[in-house]
């Protein structure tokens, strides 16, 4: 489907359609007939004429998937970035080793290719993350390697009918998330950041002035801290659509008796813990509702 002078809409088989709100998630877009040999520099120019209509449809239906076109290394990805026009959000406090590639461009995550990084908002364990997330394939895994999205709105809903008692309580009290670094980083675990990374200092004063900052509270034991964030909201209201979302961090294990003590974990904002037979069944409902797209190089 036609729409405009630089993009169509494609059709895939891994896309779901949402009658209720006649949205198809996510969308696809690659170049029309007349622009298939666009060049890096006319593709940043698209976006830039198109931006009003791009951020529509990314309001409408949660995600774009751009398929097609000639970013081809890490610096054209940040230029595309930047040609969208979003301020930067620093990444301060996260709980993920990255590398800096170039630009605002990082790894997504350095813990093994085998392991499965959970559904999550970036940095909802913070006062305030990204409204935004920009993710590019610069090499095409052989298998696997999708990066799996789902709707948080449907998430909510589903949530609602099946545990309206928790859906209750995470709204009333919110969810208070802990977790306990060391001094070094350890790329074997999803969350393995250390603290003098997420903070981005080796002052242990500093430290604590940026974690306060982001609405965390550090306590000491020797050279590990235990990061305190919350309560923070875990159902938010979306404003552009008028609905209310799931934004729960599933890094976190809801239970903390049944994980080691450098584990990260969150309980309720009342310090309940939170039901895990409600959280495994919330698990299952993203992986059916979610849609994992393979990646390609363009």
């Not at 209750?168 to 675990?189: I, R, W």
Request: negative net charge; hydrophobic residues 35%; aromatic residues 10%.
């Amino acid at each position: 489907m036609a729409t405009g002078r630089f993009f169509r809409q494609l059709e895939l088989p891994q896309q779901k359609p949402y009658t209720t709100d006649g949205v198809v998630f996510p969308a696809v877009l690659s170049p029309t007939t007349s622009t298939t040999n666009l060049t890096a520099f006319e593709f940043q120019e698209a976006i830039r004429s198109e931006k009003q209509w791009l951020e529509s449809l990314l309001q409408k239906t949660g995600v774009i998937l751009f398929r097609g076109f000639p970013v081809t290394s890490p610096s054209d990805f940040n230029e595309v970035v930047e040609a969208f026009g979003f301020p930067e959000f620093p990444s301060l406090g996260g709980r993920a080793p990255r590398k800096h590639i170039v630009g605002r461009v990082y790894t997504a995550n350095e813990s093994p290719l085998h392991k499965r990084i959970p559904f999550h908002h970036e940095l909802a364990y913070n006062l305030e993350f990204p409204s935004k997330l920009f993710f590019y394939c610069e090499e095409e895994p052989g298998k696997g390697g999708e990066t799996p999205v789902v709707l948080s709105h449907v998430i909510h809903d589903k949530m609602k009918e099946r545990h309206p008692e928790l859906v209750a309580k995470l709204e009333e009290h919110g969810v208070t998330y802990v977790t306990t670094v060391g001094d070094d980083d350890h790329s074997s675990a999803i969350g393995g950041i250390s603290w003098k990374s997420a903070y981005m200092t080796d002052d242990k004063n500093v430290a604590i002035q940026r974690a306060t900052k982001v609405g965390a509270k550090l306590e000491w034991t020797g050279n590990a801290v235990k990061i305190i964030a919350g309560p923070r909201q875990a159902i938010r209201f979306d404003k552009g659509n008028q609905r209310k979302i799931w934004f729960l961090n599933h890094g976190y294990n809801p239970l903390k008796s049944n994980i080691d003590d450098h584990d990260p974990y969150y309980e309720l904002g009342n310090g309940e813990l939170v039901s895990d037979d409600a959280i495994s069944e919330c698990l299952k409902i993203m992986d059916e509702e979610c849609v994992a797209i393979p990646w390609k190089k363009r």
